[in-house]
C-alpha cells in the first residue's frame, strides 16, 4: 500500500504563530468549558436542562476548532519572505486593475482576508500573479469577470 504525500499548507511566519495562539487560547479556555459541562450534569435531567446542552455543544466546538488548528499547525510549511523583486508570499503589490490602483498582500492558503486586501495563491488572482515581476501584465478570470492587472510596484 502506498501512502500519499501530506498536503502542505502554506503560512507566514504572522501567520503561523497567530493560529499557535488561537490554538493556545482554544486550549486554555477547554478547561472551564468542561467543569461547565460537569455543573449542568449534576443539574439532572440531561433532556430538558438547556445549560447542559449549551455547555456540551461549545466543548464540541472547541474540540473541533483544536483537532482543526492541530492539523493545520502539522502539515503547515512556513514560507520565508523573499525580496526577490517577483510576487510571492509575503509580498505586498501594488496593481493597476483596468486604470484604478489596487493594492493587496499576498499571504499564506488560509491567512486570506479580500476585505482587509489579504489574498492567497490559491485565489484566481494570486494564481495569476505568482512569480511575476513589475511590468508584468496579466488577464486575470475571476466569478465577477475577466480584468486586466499591470504590476505596478512589489515590495
Known sequence: ????????????KAGFEK?????EELKNERP??????????EMGDLKENGYYQASKAKLRSIDSQ??????????AQIVEEK???????????????????????????????PSEG??????????AVEGKKVGDVVEVKTPSGSFIYKIKKVS
Open 83 to 113: 525580496a526577490t523583486g517577483s510576487i510571492g508570499i509575503g509580498s505586498t503589490v501594488l496593481f493597476s486593475i483596468n486604470g484604478n490602483d489596487k493594492t493587496f498582500q499576498f499571504v499564506g492558503d488560509l491567512e486570506a482576508n
Open 66 to 75: 483544536l483537532m482543526r488548528i492541530a492539523f493545520q499547525l502539522k502539515t
Open 19 to 23: 493560529l499557535q495562539l488561537e490554538y
Open 118 to 127: 489579504k489574498l492567497s495563491f490559491l485565489s484566481p488572482i494570486g494564481r
Open 32 to 41: 472551564a468549558v468542561v467543569a461547565d459541562v460537569q455543573k449542568a450534569r
Open 1 to 12: 500500500m502506498q501512502s500519499r504525500p501530506i498536503h502542505r499548507t502554506r503560512f507566514t
